[in-house]
């Protein structure tokens, strides 16, 4: 009776795993169709990359200035966007269900004023109301303050000062532009030229906002010194003031020579870009120092700044919106890995064709990076169609994952050995991996005035680190590998109390946990390690009673909201993986997470989310990348499919 009894179990599971695995085989066999369908006829994977309104209102403002009559009717889509997502108060959020972010909205209450909203529309009455309840334009950031002083709303003075003599601090010394992260260096240096010429322009009174601006409210705008007043916050504010001063005195021998500078060094980093940095904000600012160093419409360094800035608008019939940049290596090294997780042959045309279009993008020149690593030869992927100089460790891990699942292509493996020695080079002193650049991290320079953008350095983090631990386990590293050592013990020092990871480039600590444990694993790190078994423990604790996983944009603003939001996508295939890693792919938790996945994908084989689940600067920008919530679940049910069910 017993024998009969265990050959009537194992049938009833043989039975279970069978119809388990032919939900699975259909749910991917969809989605593995909408994503080739998906592809570009050159072979790459591009999705929309979403932000909040401050796009669209920067774009507004810009234009503006620039006295861009030929672009009305854009600008009026444009408001037309930004009005489509004011919330219920009345104001505007930096991620959905966020709460009203102060910045985001003054800059959304001018644009619609410049695009010819009256003060009186019941919009624009709640929209004051919501600003003055999140603090007033007092309490904005420095880069609005930069464009109300452009429009000439706020004096000059009030702007936190951005010296061009920056430039010719030598990289030896202490406060340099190399020791800022690279996205904030192209932000700051033309930054830098527009201060130096301190540009405005008149508006007619019917565009400002005198009514957010009464005289009271003008004045809290101006910076002040904190208590206790031996702060480095204060020693940077007294710094500024003194700039302001020299700049009054006319005491600034090395002015013409250092705005020069920042112009060379601008125009330089325009080359081989699609645009400076290859991003919204210094495509922007690059316009309007350019505008100050007197180059015209018809120049062809204004033409192409313009026509970059373009390339990411978004228009439709109603409305206007722009991306803060392309995402298209990071999408199409995803793609390849989801692909191949879901049981396409590593000779696939689809991947065959995205693999030699990657290889196309290699970086192959130097860059800002070899200011700290001279004897280092270029190497690696940057995010975007074009950035020479500012490859992205995180994309180059992704893409040595990539080709290492690929069937071998011309050139692939030279390409693959030059990445492998520049991220390598690239390991900071701390044994973990940054993004762009290696010991950026003075944290000192986070009290400089113009940096309340959360951005200002690029420090090590665990989701990179751990990233290029799992890549380097296909290139024969094994734990024992002195780079792979270092990383470990960083990222044991990383791990939370609760035995969660902070994710820096994915919300949050879900991202941030899955990376880890999967990297740790997947160089050789006993799934019994205790570092494995408390992160599976914490994604454990966390799964929402829908079988899914969420987490909300808010749990970099609270740690208590850690692992807590509505289910999404992504973010369940991130926990899913990260269990399976563990060792944890046979658990109910798993099972349900899969079941999520497949109860939840749409009949054209994708899935649906509405939040924000990437990453930009940490309180200030969060991104939608809108492939995510396909790619990801396609990888975990692969994933799943290979080493739980077979």
Not at 96 to 108: F, L, Q, R, T
Not at 570 to 575: L, N
Request: net charge neutral; with cysteine; charged share 20%.
């Amino acid at each position: 009776m017993r024998t009969t009894h265990v050959a009537s179990d194992t049938t009833t599971w043989l039975q279970i795993r069978s119809a388990e695995r032919n939900r699975v085989d259909e749910t991917l066999g969809r989605s593995v169709r909408f994503l080739l369908n998906a592809q570009h006829d050159d072979g790459y994977w591009v999705g929309e990359l979403e932000g909040d309104t401050i796009l669209e209102s920067e774009y507004i403002i810009l234009i503006r200035f620039l006295g861009g009559i030929k672009r009305e009717h854009k600008l009026k889509k444009a408001a037309a966007y930004i009005l489509s997502k004011q919330m219920d108060n009345g104001g505007w959020s930096i991620f959905p269900g966020g709460p009203v972010d102060v910045s985001a909205s003054v800059k959304a209450y001018l644009a619609l004023k410049l695009t010819g909203s009256s003060p009186d529309e019941p919009y624009m009455v709640r929209a004051r109301e919501a600003i003055r309840q999140a603090g007033g334009v007092a309490a904005v950031n420095s880069y609005t303050k930069f464009y109300l002083a452009l429009l000439g709303q706020i004096p000059w003075e009030f702007v936190p000062a951005v010296p061009p003599e920056l430039i010719l601090l030598p990289s030896w010394f202490y406060f340099n532009i190399y020791e800022i992260s690279s996205w904030s260096r192209t932000f700051v240096v033309p930054l830098s030229i527009i201060w130096a010429h301190k540009p405005s322009v008149t508006l007619d009174p019917t565009e400002g906002i005198p009514e957010l601006l009464s005289e009271g409210e003008l004045e809290r705008v101006r910076p002040r010194l904190g208590r206790p007043l031996l702060t480095w916050r204060n020693f940077f504010l007294a710094v500024d003031a003194g700039i302001k001063l020299a700049e009054k005195l006319k005491l600034l021998p090395f002015r013409r020579r250092s705005v020069q500078r920042s112009a060379q060094w601008m125009l330089a980093h325009c080359e081989h870009s699609s645009g400076l940095g290859a991003i919204f904000p210094p495509i922007v600012y690059s316009l309007i120092a350019l505008r100050a160093l007197g180059y015209e419409d018809p120049h062809p360094q204004v033409i192409r700044a313009m026509s970059e800035l373009e390339a990411l608008e978004i228009e439709e019939s109603e409305t206007l919106r722009l991306q803060p940049c392309m995402s298209p290596v990071w999408d199409t090294a995803i793609a390849i890995n989801a692909l191949i997780e879901a049981g396409l042959p590593s000779n696939h045309p689809a991947l065959i064709s995205a693999a030699r279009w990657i290889l196309g993008k290699e970086v192959k020149q130097r860059g800002d990076w070899s200011v700290k690593r001279p004897k280092l030869e270029p190497g690696g992927w940057y995010f975007e169609f074009a950035n020479e100089f500012y490859p992205d460790i995180d994309d180059t891990a992704m893409v040595l994952i990539a080709l290492a699942k690929v069937a071998d292509l011309p050139g692939k493996i030279d390409a693959c050995r030059r990445a492998l020695t520049w991220l390598i080079g690239m390991q900071g002193r701390d044994g973990g991996w940054a993004s762009f650049d290696a010991d950026n991290n003075k944290s000192v320079l986070n009290n400089v005035p113009f940096a309340d953008h959360n951005a200002m350095l690029d420090p090590s983090t665990s989701d990179i680190t751990a990233r290029v631990l799992e890549m380097l386990s296909y290139y024969m590293f094994t734990r024992e590998s002195m780079p792979c050592r270092r990383a470990i013990e960083f990222l044991s020092k990383q791990q939370e109390s609760d035995g969660s990871w902070y994710g820096r480039w994915g919300v949050n600590y879900i991202y941030g946990t899955w990376q880890a444990i999967r990297g740790l694993r997947a160089i050789g790190v006993d799934p019994t390690d205790p570092m494995i078994r408390r992160g599976a423990q914490w994604l454990l604790s966390v799964q929402n009673e829908d079988g899914g996983w969420g987490e909300s944009c808010m749990s970099y603003y609270d740690s208590s909201l850690k692992g807590k939001g509505e289910s999404t996508a992504s973010q369940t295939a991130w926990a899913i993986m990260g269990l399976i890693s563990a060792g944890e792919g046979k658990s109910a938790a798993a099972r349900t997470g899969i079941d999520y996945l497949i109860r939840n994908q749409t009949k054209d084989g994708t899935w649906r989310e509405e939040a924000f689940t990437g990453t930009g600067f940490p309180k200030v920008f969060f991104l939608k990348y809108h492939l995510y919530c396909h790619s990801f679940p396609m990888m975990a049910l692969g994933i799943y499919r290979k080493e739980v069910l077979l």
